[in-house]
C-alpha cells in the first residue's frame, strides 16, 4: 500500500456542485494533515490544515478520520476558480516535519 | 509579507553541467525543505534542513545532489555532472518549528531542464 493515495480523477463539475475529495495513509503514527492546491505549472499553495475535530473555512471543510486512515476535502458551491489540482500531504509518522505527499486530484468546474 | 523565493525560475542546461539552484525561505522560518516534482508526478521529498543543518538528506536521489544552508536562510541544491533524468521542477519550501502542524509554504520553483 502507498503511504499516501489520492483517486487521481478527473473529476469534471458544474459550477455551484459540491464535489468531495479523499486521501488514505499508511502510516497509523502520523500526526500532522494538510490539504494543497496547485494551479498549472505553479507551486503547492496550502490550502487548510486538518485538525482531529475537522475544520471549516469558508466553502472548504476538512475532516480527518483517524480509524480508517483517510483525510477528506469537501467543496461545496464550487466555482471556475477552484479548477486546479488537490494534494494531500501527511506527515511521516516518525517525524513531524517530513511530509508525503499524493499525487492529486484534478478538478475542473465547468460552467 | 515576503513569501519564499527561488532562482533562476528556469535553468535550461546542457547533460553533463553542473548547477546550482538557490532558495530564500520566509524570514524566521528556521526549517527549509527542497522537494522534486517531475512532470506528471508527485512531490518527492530530498531533504529537510533544520538551522544549518541537515538531519534528513534521505531523500537525494544520488550523490550528484548536495545541499547546503548558511546563516540559517538561504539554500543552495547543487547537482553535479547533471543527467536528463533530472529534468524537473525543484521546490522549495519553509515552516516554523514550533507549531504544531509544521505547515510549509513553497516558493515558485525552478524549472530545470537537461538536454
Known amino acids: 500500500r502507498k503511504e499516501v493515495e489520492q483517486d487521481p480523477g478527473p473529476f469534471n463539475v458544474p459550477e455551484g456542485a459540491t464535489v468531495a475529495f479523499n486521501c488514505t495513509y499508511s502510516?497509523?503514527?502520523?500526526?500532522?494533515f494538510f490539504w494543497y492546491r496547485q494551479d498549472c505549472r505553479k507551486e503547492p499553495k496550502l490550502l487548510m490544515s486538518v485538525y482531529s475535530s475537522g475544520n471549516e473555512d469558508g466553502r472548504f471543510t476538512a475532516q480527518l478520520n483517524r480509524a480508517s486512515q483517510y483525510i477528506s476535502l469537501l467543496i461545496r458551491d464550487s466555482k471556475l476558480s477552484d479548477s486546479a489540482t488537490y494534494l494531500c500531504a501527511v506527515n511521516s509518522g516518525g517525524s513531524n516535519y517530513k511530509l508525503t505527499f499524493g499525487k492529486g486530484t484534478l478538478l475542473t468546474v465547468n460552467p | 509579507g515576503a513569501g519564499v523565493s527561488q532562482s533562476p525560475s528556469n535553468k535550461v542546461t546542457e547533460k553533463g553541467k553542473d548547477v546550482e539552484l538557490r532558495c530564500d525561505p520566509i524570514?524566521?522560518?528556521?526549517?527549509l525543505y527542497w522537494y522534486r516534482q517531475s512532470l506528471g508526478q508527485g512531490l518527492e521529498f530530498l531533504i529537510y534542513?533544520?538551522?544549518?543543518?541537515?538531519?534528513?538528506k534521505s531523500g537525494l536521489p544520488s550523490d550528484r545532489f548536495s545541499a547546503e544552508r548558511t546563516g540559517g536562510s538561504v539554500s543552495t541544491l547543487t547537482i553535479q555532472r547533471t543527467q536528463q533524468e533530472d529534468s524537473a521542477v525543484y521546490l522549495c519550501?519553509?515552516?516554523?518549528?514550533?507549531?504544531?502542524?509544521?505547515?510549509?509554504?513553497f516558493g515558485p520553483g525552478t524549472r530545470l531542464t537537461v538536454t
Open positions: 524570514s524566521g522560518h528556521t526549517a
Open positions: 519550501a519553509s515552516s516554523r518549528p514550533g507549531l504544531a502542524t509544521y505547515e510549509q509554504y
Open positions: 502510516n497509523s503514527a502520523s500526526q500532522s
Open positions: 534542513f533544520q538551522g544549518n543543518s541537515a538531519p534528513d
